[in-house]
């Protein structure tokens, strides 16, 4: 079969061809993930290796205080893995009635990390090589140093200045007082010790042991909610997908409490629309795109949560045929619309791909959500926390309103294709709310208009704001962003660069022999193989 590969984007990178692939935003967490492959471990060992080696040599995306979801194919089966924490068990509603808005930063943003319980339970269900061989390139860069990235010694300066003043923030990340700059190097043997103390215990010492005490005794000293008792609290779920056919394949989700289903949601309202016919970056087809896509988030903002929470509107509701097409008809082709929620039911950060020479496919992503979450690192530990409370929302009878023991709506979703009953692409876009859109944007370029997986990754995208704002990169056709300007889009004209909030693609696609995978370039990533 010949592989066509189209150059039409400005690009730094080519697609990658080899039997065992590894794509993530980090070339150290690659080559991490390849030493596992070719040690005798598969996909998920790489995948592993490499999201914890992610944690050192990109802590302004994630941490070891970050949440973590997977989709994998594996032993026949694909399987979803749902890896975010709960609130600790003192978030009332009256906790948080002071406020007026939910807190961005600090203690009280602060949910139950669930990252290491996704290394954990993915290495003893599907892990080939021994659990603590997969922390031996992370603890080597955190003890050792390594040489900072351009692209993420731009975002530590800017989360910096920011969270110099959180507690634990500038000890741990603003060695000489400041963030290193590129090409310096950087040291966590805090980050280190921790990281052995996962190994040896496989993650007893984070959850109910000495780590869990000395995290819950810095909350203690700082007035914060989290307890042992919350953190002993915490499992990973195995929660499987949800789907959505389109274009010969099917796009695969983890549920709710992640924002995934909007993807699914905006890809059924585009179907019922019917964008078959029309040319790829058209400004007809990108306004359908961004139409289908406000529609989705509209209902998915006013009905996602927690899934226990989610009584009166489920995924099944959100996901019906017919309701999509209702939605769909909302859409008129002529003008950009503001769209609220929808009545489906009366009554009612990094990412990487992964892919062995035995035919298992991995998805992985974990963040800490805002660069750095939370700010606060437990001291001594390299230990930096997110932030996934900010997820919740304080309106009093909205399903994702803040409580004790609930996970918060989830912005960070790994995807996965299916074609045929058969493994096609593991592909993720890390990146806050770029992030289902992103998935829509891949999977529409992929499947309906046949991009390559570096090409999809080049491309130019957009991102939906509020109402009638969409952000753009200006590497569109002029052209095209005066035809979405007629038709009513307020477009925000971004540098790919300008403030990262287009994400970073990493993709990892199935071939007859092997793999083709690609890698974002607006990412310092790498997509590497053997």
């Given amino acids: 079969m010949t592989y066509r590969h189209d150059a039409i984007y400005a690009s730094r990178r080519s697609p990658v061809f080899a039997r065992n692939l590894v794509a993530t935003s980090q070339p150290l967490a690659t080559q991490a993930g390849l030493v596992m492959l070719e040690r005798g471990g598969n996909a998920l060992d790489a995948a592993i290796a490499a999201a914890i080696t992610l944690t050192v040599v990109e802590p302004t995306g994630n941490g070891i205080g970050s949440d973590a979801f997977c989709v994998l194919w594996a032993e026949g089966e694909l399987h979803g893995l749902n890896a975010s924490g709960h609130s600790p068990a003192a978030w009332t509603p009256e906790r948080y009635a002071r406020h007026a808005t939910f807190p961005v930063r600090g203690w009280d943003t602060v949910t139950v990390p669930g990252a290491v319980s996704a290394w954990v339970e993915l290495s003893r269900r599907f892990g080939r090589l021994p659990f603590e061989t997969l922390f031996e390139p992370a603890i080597r860069y955190a003890e050792g140093g390594f040489l900072v990235t351009p692209v993420i010694a731009e975002l530590w300066r800017r989360g910096a200045a920011e969270l110099k003043d959180q507690p634990g923030f500038a000890e741990t990340f603003m060695p000489g007082g400041r963030a290193p700059a590129a090409g310096e190097l950087f040291r966590a043997p805090g980050h280190a010790s921790t990281l052995r103390a996962i190994a040896e215990t496989r993650g007893e010492a984070f959850y109910r042991g000495a780590l869990a005490e000395t995290m819950a005794d810095f909350a203690r000293r700082h007035g914060a909610a989290l307890t042992e008792d919350d953190l002993a609290a915490h499992e990973a779920d195995w929660c499987g997908t949800l789907s959505q056919d389109f274009a010969g394949a099917s796009l695969h989700e983890i549920p709710p409490n992640g924002q995934g289903i909007a993807a699914l949601m905006a890809l059924g309202i585009l179907q019922a629309a019917g964008i078959e016919d029309l040319p790829v970056d058209s400004a007809a087809a990108l306004h359908l795109q961004i139409e289908a896509m406000k529609l989705a988030l509209a209902d998915v903002y006013a009905y996602a949560a927690d899934p226990r929470h989610m009584t009166r509107v489920t995924p099944a509701h959100l996901l019906d045929p017919a309701y999509l097409a209702r939605r769909a008809a909302l859409i ?199």
């Fill in 332 to 530: 008129d082709r002529s003008r950009a619309q503001v769209f609220g929620a929808g009545a489906p039911h009366e009554g009612g950060t990094v990412c990487l791909a992964t892919g062995d020479a035995e035919g298992m496919m991995v998805s992985y992503i974990q963040s800490n959500y805002a660069g750095f979450g939370s700010g606060v690192v437990v001291p001594g530990t390299g230990i930096s926390l997110q932030n996934r409370g900010f997820g919740f929302t304080l309106a009093e009878g909205h399903p994702n309103r803040v409580g004790p023991r609930k996970r918060p709506f989830n912005t960070i979703i790994p995807g996965f294709v299916m074609q045929d009953g058969a493994p096609l692409m593991a592909f993720g876009c890390m990146g806050g709310p770029i992030q289902a859109q992103g998935h829509l944007q891949i999977l529409v370029r992929t499947q309906l208009w046949g991009q390559d997986v570096q090409t999809a990754a080049d491309a130019p995208r957009w991102r939906h704001v509020a109402g009638q704002q969409v952000a753009v990169e200006v590497s569109f056709p002029a052209p095209v962003l005066s035809g979405l300007e007629a038709l009513g889009h307020e477009l925000i004209r971004e540098p790919p660069d300008s403030a990262f909030g287009f994400g970073g693609a990493q993709l990892v696609r199935r071939l007859q022999d092997g793999y083709v995978g690609g890698s974002d370039p607006r990412k310092d990533g790498q997509t590497g193989g053997f």
